[in-house]
């Protein structure tokens, strides 16, 4: 696909941002990014421009838009922190929409999660919703993509599963564990948002993988494929709440919050639709068994070294 595409990605030089950059550059698109990651952190030099959240000044947020054509939005924030909220995130993103449509951004491809609810008792799950029905009475053409959980290099669930089994003695799976999920690799995911950003029309797609799992499985199959095997045990979700969260400790990360334990064993990381990614996670995993899971991936490290932002800085 050749294109001339003006492009705003939000956080370019992060997870799945880096991505859709990177496959939007080899077709020839031109790529801004808005982020609060410095700029020792873009791979990519002067092929993307990069720009600071500004989300408290509109004026500022418009201009660094004015031009672009088509918006990927990835910007969001996983759970509730000191330095960083989930409410926030939502009016923060509702900006980025409003000042979006002031640029003339003709399309979003919006980033969301699978089965988004407004009734949902889970913030993430309805703050997502809430955003994507801003987004679909914007008056811009958009995609909304929503994912189950990513993998891949940077990946920290798939990754952090694997170093917990290297580590530890055991491992805990939340209750009885029958609850699925279906995996989607991060690079699938960009070509899915990049081949969406040239569309016209305005669709919801689950972003899903070719495998269904259930949370047991998962942990199973990736303890054989890297040739470690500890006992998988059920433990109630308070104490295995409770157990991350002393791990998080040793680790000086959050691990998993009771929200994304509850999300989990709701089974909302999974859904009925066809899948729409093509790489296999057993395939992934067997051609990454060495690297992954040999050190502890860090959700809260990354964003160490963000300039000083609406959310503030951890660094
Ligand atoms: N990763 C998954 O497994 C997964 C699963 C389901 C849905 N999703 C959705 O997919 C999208 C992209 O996920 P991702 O994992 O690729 O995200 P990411 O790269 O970690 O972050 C995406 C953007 O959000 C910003 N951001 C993240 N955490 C932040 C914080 N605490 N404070 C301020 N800004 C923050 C990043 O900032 P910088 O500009 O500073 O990098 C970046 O611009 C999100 O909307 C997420 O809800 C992801």
């Known amino acids: 696909?050749?294109?001339?595409?003006?492009?705003?990605?939000?956080?370019?030089?992060?997870?799945?941002?880096?991505?859709?950059?990177?496959?939007?550059?080899?077709?020839?698109?031109?790529?801004?990014?808005?982020?609060?990651?410095?700029?020792?952190?873009?791979?990519?030099?002067?092929?993307?421009?990069?720009?600071?959240?500004s989300?408290?000044?509109?004026?500022?947020?418009?201009?660094a838009m004015r031009g672009a054509t088509v918006l990927y939005n990835t910007y969001w924030v996983r759970f509730n922190h000191a330095n960083?909220?989930?409410?926030?995130?939502?009016?923060?993103?509702?900006?980025?929409?409003?000042?979006?449509?002031?640029?003339?951004?003709r399309r979003v491809v919006h980033f969301s999660i699978t089965n988004p609810s407004e009734e949902s008792p889970l913030e993430y799950f309805r703050s997502k919703a809430i955003l994507e029905k801003a987004l679909i009475g914007s008056g811009m053409s958009y995609a909304i993509l929503r994912p189950t959980v990513l993998f891949g290099p940077e990946d920290v669930l798939v990754?952090?599963?694997?170093?917990?089994?290297?580590?530890?003695?055991?491992?805990g799976v939340f209750g009885d564990g029958s609850y699925q999920l279906q995996p989607m690799f991060v690079d699938d995911m960009a070509k899915l948002a990049v081949a969406q950003?040239?569309?016209?029309?305005?669709?919801?797609?689950?972003?899903?993988?070719?495998?269904?799992?259930?949370y047991r499985e998962l942990v199973t199959q990736i303890g054989r494929i890297i040739g470690v095997s500890k006992p998988i045990v059920s433990v109630p979700p308070a104490i295995g709440h409770l157990i991350g969260w002393a791990a998080g400790k040793i680790v000086n990360d959050i691990i998993i919050t009771?929200?994304?334990?509850?999300?989990?064993?709701?089974?909302?990381l999974c859904t009925n639709s066809k899948p729409t990614g093509?790489?296999?996670?057993?395939?992934?995993?067997?051609?990454?068994?060495?690297?992954?899971?040999?050190?502890?991936?860090?959700?809260?490290?990354?964003?160490?070294?963000?300039?000083?932002?609406?959310?503030?800085?951890?660094?």
Do not use: C
């Open 258 to 268: 009771r929200e994304e334990i509850k999300g989990l064993m709701a089974g909302l």
């Open 84 to 105: 960083f909220k989930q409410v926030d995130a939502v009016q923060n993103t509702l900006a980025l929409f409003r000042a979006a449509r002031e640029a003339g951004v």
């Open 197 to 214: 950003g040239e569309e016209n029309g305005s669709h919801i797609i689950d972003a899903i993988g070719p495998e269904t799992f259930t």
């Open 1 to 53: 696909m050749v294109t001339n595409q003006k492009s705003v990605v939000t956080g370019a030089f992060g997870y799945s941002g880096k991505y859709i950059a990177r496959r939007l550059l080899d077709s020839g698109a031109e790529v801004r990014t808005i982020t609060n990651a410095p700029e020792s952190q873009n791979p990519f030099g002067s092929r993307v421009k990069s720009l600071p959240f």
């Open 159 to 171: 990754n952090n599963i694997a170093w917990l089994l290297r580590k530890f003695p055991f491992f």
């Open 55 to 63: 989300f408290d000044d509109h004026v500022r947020l418009v201009a």
């Open 278 to 315: 093509e790489t296999s996670l057993t395939e992934w995993v067997t051609a990454n068994r060495d690297m992954l899971g040999a050190r502890y991936a860090s959700e809260l490290s990354r964003r160490k070294g963000r300039m000083t932002g609406p959310l503030g800085s951890l660094s």
